[in-house]
């Protein structure tokens, strides 16, 4: 009985004239078959894993920008006491509307502001850039009565012009002019009004956003404050205004 054995030889010529022969059978073939195989599977298998985990990482990096921009930061409480600030003004309900160009409605709250805060600013900072270039903007601004039908509910949008990963941080004032008594001003939160800005924008709420913030605040006016405005202003970290925008509220009681 004749079998016929199937087998491969590899000769390699060597630069000295030798040669290395290598003789491959049937066995040895299949050998090599499974083991490249299952090479190829391993490096299918661990491609597949970086891709995944690349896309996995990439969802939850979005779901993290989306939650970072639905923080409301500004119903969060300071760290320090408004006291502690300089141009804050005394949050009780006697100081917290202040007259432009000085300080709260108590007399003796002026000369202390003063003396905390640089009696002169620079005009580039009561300057804001162009709606159309400002780094930030709010939008979706709405005025409504609470549930109470006492006080008042604000709420905006406040949003980067250019949605990088770059962290924009600094901080917002909310300024509503009395529209029987111009130049008075009820502002969230209690702060120091001069020439119709915050003595000291760094007394203002915090922010820090990548892409988008909802804005919620509530209040209630003191009697008699009639609405003419709602102004918001937006400063960076050191006090430059980077956006104004006003919102004619005058009639709503």
Not at 114 to 120: E, K
Not at 153 to 171: D, F, N
Not at 235 to 244: H, I, M, N, P, Q
Request: glycine share 10%; proline share 8%; charged share 20%.
């Amino acid at each position: 009985m004749n079998v016929t054995r199937r087998q491969l030889t590899f000769i390699i010529l060597k630069p000295d004239g030798t040669n290395y022969t290598r003789e491959l059978t049937g066995r040895s073939i299949r050998i090599l078959v499974t083991a490249g195989t299952l090479f190829l599977l391993v490096c299918g298998g661990l491609l597949y894993t970086v891709i995944h985990q690349h896309v996995r990482l990439r969802r939850l990096w979005a779901e993290h920008q989306l939650l970072v921009g639905r923080e409301i930061v500004a119903l969060a409480p300071r760290p320090t006491s408004a006291g502690a600030v300089p141009g804050a003004a005394d949050p009780s309900p006697a100081t917290r509307v202040t007259e432009s160009g000085g300080g709260g409605d108590s007399p003796t709250a002026a000369p202390d502001q003063s003396a905390a805060t640089p009696a002169i600013r620079s005009q580039t900072d009561l300057q804001a850039p162009p709606l159309d270039q400002a780094p930030a903007r709010v939008e979706a601004f709405s005025l409504l009565r609470n549930q109470s039908g006492i006080g008042w509910v604000l709420e905006a949008q406040l949003r980067k012009r250019e949605w990088t990963g770059e962290l924009l941080q600094g901080y917002i004032a909310v300024l509503i002019e009395d529209g029987q008594r111009p130049g008075r001003y009820y502002t969230i939160p209690p702060l120091t009004v001069d020439g119709g800005y915050p003595l000291s924008p760094r007394a203002g709420d915090s922010f820090a956003i990548r892409r988008l913030k909802p804005l919620h605040f509530e209040f209630t006016l003191p009697e008699g404050f009639l609405m003419r405005e709602v102004r918001i202003l937006v400063y960076d970290r050191e006090g430059t205004l980077l956006a104004e925008q006003a919102f004619a509220v005058q009639g709503m009681q």
